[in-house]
Structures are given as structure tokens and as C-alpha cells.
């Protein structure tokens, strides 16, 4: 099977057909983990040669496979990772389409033939004679590919983040568990009450307890904090998801940073939020370090690991000239954690579920400026707006009965 398309068996039908993670007859094999030229040249410490790296998820059905491999969505299902350029997955698409060939052609030379000018068009790919789209679609949300401008935003590289379907949640091994129609009528007070559930920590898969509590940001709203700790390995994870619904507008924070005290400033992200830094050419997309209730501290302190940890900027796959360039942008953030540089800080999120603290309130704080705004049609349809309706569909409904 090749990681592009699925041979249709039916003659007469289309040839190739699309694969996606509600496909339950084809299963991924494993990818080549070295770029095939540098492979065939046996300097494995040689940089991987073709444009971006890639880091593709892929799914043990079975539940069988090495367990310390993978990040495990369920204790039943484990998934492995592979490390691979976009040239080596190419390779690998074609090697699996030619190894069949012979057979073909000795059983229907017409399909043999169609393969073969597809394989011609992958080979092309490898040129970049022209611009072409390479699309990873990851339910788990553990794929990777790299940003060769890091720190900076990639044009050419969009990563879009959504809501698994029920069949997905079923393949991964998510299944729903059974809730108590009673427990509702039970909880009086939810703000005085932390619940607890059951989890499995996101770093060593060991059961772990989750806390979550609803909290009255003031001057604000009311947000659900989520905190877990891993007593296995010591792992802490703290997520914040907005008590409300998307405001009406977009709400665009801008702090201009101007003295050490404004690190103890409380900062709301959602996951809709985006985060800009000018002065470091800097700009963190929504759904980035998920949704997350700190201070600009630890905000900072979160983006510099996010970038100074990234796995393509270590060992044998980074360059001296882009460890350097990371290098200056981890010294530029603590400069302005310490006061010592100033710098504007944006906080953008279309859903308008952000906040950053007025430390005059409720007095008009000189050094922050909060902004509405009218969304986009693209800001609604990644938000999901555009197809949502919350009048008239009850007409709709009974007239198509």
C-alpha cells in the first residue's frame, strides 16, 4: 500500500481513491525515517535533504506494538512515530506502488499502465518543478511537520486543528463513558466544588486524577480550569476552557511591556487565541499551547520551551545558523522577562474568550489598549460559524418532513 492512494480492484472504476482516518480497510505502513538519497549514500549524519521534515503518527490497531513508542490516546492503543522528510515519503509511495508492477502487467497491462504514468507524476513531486499541496491529516493530533523559518510564521505552512468525529474518537479508542443522569441534580454549587475523573498522563500513559473547577476570572467571566499531576513521573498539565460562548466580536489585547512587575500580570489564552511579539518577529497561532490561565511569565516561559525544545532544532537534524538564530530569540524573551528590553505584546483571538489583567482596574491601565472587532468570513469559518444557525432551521426541518 503506498501513503498517497489505495489500488481500486474494480475494473472499471476509478484507480485511486483518497485515504482518511475513517478508512477502516487500509492501515499506514511504517515510513522510511531517513531521506532516501542520504540513506543511499550510508552518512546518516548528513542533513536530511528534502525542503521540511516530518514527524507522521501511526496507528497499531492492534494494540500490540512497542508501547514505549508512542503518545497513548487509550491504555488499548498504542502508536508508534516515524521521523521522515517529504522527500522519504514520496520514496516510499513509490517503492510500494512499483513493487506490485510486474504481477500487474502480466494481469491487466491497461492498469499496470495507469500506475506507471502515476508513478512518473510522484517522481516529479521530488523536483518541485511546480507548487504542490502535501496534506497531513491526524485525528490524534500527534503529527508534526517542520517550520524551517522557526521562530518566525511559515507562509506556505497552515495547521488546522478540529473536532474528531464519533468514528474517529472509535478508531483512536476514545469511547464515551457512561454518565449519571442524577449526578446534575446532585452538584448545588459547581464554583465551590472541584470534580475529579480519571485519566492517563500525556507523557507516561500511567493513570493519573484530573482536577476541574469553574472560576470567576474578575472583570471577565467565568472559565473551567482543568490541572492534572502525574505522581509516576512528575508531569503537570493545566488547561483552561472558556465557561462561555463565542462573544460577538473579536478581541485584540495589545500590553506594551515596560517594567519587570508586568510579569505577575494574569493572562487568559483560549485556544482560539494567537500571540504576537514585533519586536522578535514572533507569532504563535491559535491552538498553540492549547488554552492556558497563568501569568506573562509563565506565558513567556512556555513559548521559549515551546521553541528552545523543538525536537528539529537538536542533534543531527539542525543547523549551526538555525540553532544560533533560536539561540538569540531564547535571550531576546528572558531580556524581556528580566526588564531589560521592551517589547509590545498582542494577545488576537477572533472567539474574544482572552484576557489580560488591567492592574488598575477599574481605572484605565496607560500601557494596555483593548480592541473589538468585527471577524472575517475566514476567522467564522475556522470558528465554525459560517454553517451555524440558530434561527429558522425549525421551519426548515418540518418543511423537508
Do not use: W
Not at 131 to 145: E, R
Not at 189 to 214: G, I
Not at 261 to 277: A, F, Q, Y
Not at 336 to 342: A, K, R, V
Amino acid at each position: 500500500m503506498s501513503a498517497i492512494g489505495a489500488l481500486e480492484p474494480v475494473r472499471g472504476g476509478p484507480l485511486f481513491r483518497p485515504l482518511s482516518a475513517e478508512d477502516e480497510e487500509q492501515q499506514p505502513d511504517e515510513i522510511e525515517s531517513l531521506c532516501m538519497s542520504c540513506y543511499r549514500s550510508r552518512d546518516h549524519r548528513q542533513l536530511l535533504c528534502l525542503r521540511q521534515l516530518c514527524l507522521v503518527q501511526q496507528r497499531d490497531p492492534v494494540g500490540g506494538a512497542d508501547p514505549g513508542a508512542g503518545g497513548a490516546l487509550h491504555p488499548r492503543r498504542y502508536c508508534t512515530a516515524a521521523l521522515t522528510t517529504i522527500e522519504g515519503i514520496i520514496d516510499r509511495a513509490v517503492a510500494g506502488l512499483e513493487q506490485d508492477q510486474p504481477v500487474r502487467r502480466a494481469a491487466d497491462k491497461c492498469v499496470a499502465g495507469k500506475i506507471d504514468e502515476f508513478i512518473v507524476k510522484l517522481k516529479q513531486l521530488k523536483e518541485v518543478d511546480s507548487s504542490f499541496t502535501f496534506i497531513i491529516d491526524d485525528p490524534s493530533g500527534n503529527s508534526f511537520v517542520e517550520n524551517p523559518r522557526a521562530p518566525q510564521k511559515d507562509d506556505a505552512l497552515v495547521v488546522t486543528h478540529y473536532s474528531r468525529t464519533a468514528q474517529q474518537d472509535a478508531m483512536l479508542g476514545l469511547e464515551a463513558e457512561e454518565t449519571d443522569e442524577n449526578s446534575a441534580d446532585s452538584v448545588e454549587d459547581l464554583r465551590n466544588e472541584v470534580l475529579q475523573f480519571n485519566t492517563n498522563c500525556p507523557e507516561c500513559n500511567a493513570p493519573a486524577n484530573t482536577n476541574m473547577k469553574l472560576v470567576q476570572i474578575p472583570h471577565f467571566k467565568e472559565v473551567v480550569i482543568m490541572a492534572t499531576n502525574c505522581e509516576a513521573c512528575g508531569h503537570r498539565t493545566n488547561e483552561v476552557k472558556s465557561g462561555g460562548a463565542i462573544e460577538p466580536l473579536g478581541t485584540r489585547i495589545t500590553l506594551h511591556v515596560t517594567d519587570p512587575s508586568d510579569m505577575t500580570r494574569d493572562i487568559l489564552k483560549s485556544e482560539t487565541c494567537s500571540v504576537e511579539i514585533p519586536e522578535l518577529e514572533f507569532e504563535l497561532g491559535m491552538g498553540a499551547l492549547g488554552g492556558k490561565f497563568t501569568t506573562l511569565e509563565g506565558l513567556l516561559k512556555d513559548i521559549r520551551d515551546l521553541i528552545m525544545k523543538n525536537p528539529f532544532t537538536l542533534g543531527d537534524s539542525s543547523t549551526p545558523s538555525r540553532v544560533e538564530k533560536l539561540q538569540e530569540f531564547g535571550r531576546k524573551v528572558y531580556q524581556i522577562m528580566e526588564g531589560h528590553m521592551e517589547a509590545h505584546f498582542i494577545l488576537d483571538d477572533p472567539a474574544g474568550n482572552s484576557y489580560l489583567q488591567n492592574v488598575y482596574a477599574p481605572e484605565e491601565d496607560p500601557e494596555l489598549k483593548v480592541e473589538h472587532y468585527e471577524r472575517t468570513f475566514a476567522q467564522n469559518e475556522e470558528l465554525g460559524l459560517n454553517d451555524m444557525r440558530t434561527e429558522g432551521y425549525e421551519t426548515e426541518l418540518t418543511s423537508e418532513r
